[in-house]
T-cell receptor, first 112, second 114 residues
């Protein structure tokens, strides 16, 4: 079945550690996105990539980094510089920018 | 700048009631797209509908209907004869040609009681 996978579903880390969240899609979509969701808030865009080997900062990119070496994969690294990393992280993809985005199941990151 | 306002934060209804979720958007672009997504308790967002700015025709899909009015910059979502399975957070979102990102509203938590 085509879709977007994110792993793991729950992730726990100690403060000061970098952590990488996985996002893989087999929909052959060009564009991929990372969002952060906090309780009672909408989704805020962290980074997006419209094509392999290219990505742009979203609204809240500070403390995060990404790579897009393959069309299928768009991993997100939450660095120790991110002041408040505990959140629900959602990855999405779309055929191209402007069209509907399809979301993965999300990763809930807890940093203590 | 783009903005999406979902003024209702939480709505609670009894099963079989009709419910309307409001969405008001702001943009200076003449070409844009509006979306509704559903986020059930599992967390994954489910795409419901996309509407472009040149198509003001209302749409109906089963118990779901959408009312797009450019004159009031609104894109409201109505669930007819609500069911418990409709309980979720619903997000309205806006995409314009000026950038490549979706701007989301803060979401409306809908609870449907049996």
């Amino acid at each position: 079945d085509g879709g977007i996978t994110q792993s793991p579903k729950y992730l726990f880390r100690k403060e000061g550690q970098n952590v990488t969240l996985s996002c893989e899609q087999n929909l052959n979509h060009d564009a991929m996105y990372w969002y952060r969701q906090d309780p009672g808030q909408g989704l805020r865009l962290i980074y997006y990539s419209q094509i392999v080997n290219d990505f742009q900062k979203g609204d809240i990119a500070e403390g995060y980094s990404v790579s897009r070496e393959k069309k299928e994969s768009f991993p997100l690294t939450v660095t120790s510089a991110q002041k408040n990393p505990t959140a629900f992280y959602l990855c999405a993809s779309s055929i191209s920018s402007g069209l509907e985005q399809y979301f993965g199941p999300g990763t809930r990151l807890t940093v203590t | 700048a783009q903005k999406v306002t979902q003024a209702q934060t939480e709505i609670s209804v009894v099963e079989k009631e009709d419910v309307t979720l409001d969405c008001v958007y702001e943009t200076r672009d003449t070409t844009y797209y509006l979306f509704w997504y559903k986020q059930p308790p599992s967390g994954e967002l489910v795409f419901l509908i996309r509407r472009n700015s040149f198509d003001e025709q209302n749409e109906i899909s089963g118990r779901y209907s959408w009312n797009f009015q450019k004159s009031t910059s609104s894109f409201n979502f109505t669930i007819t004869a609500s069911q418990v399975v409709d309980s979720a957070v619903y997000f309205c979102a806006l995409h314009t040609g000026a950038n490549s990102k979706l701007t989301f509203g803060k979401g409306i938590t809908l609870s449907v009681r049996p």
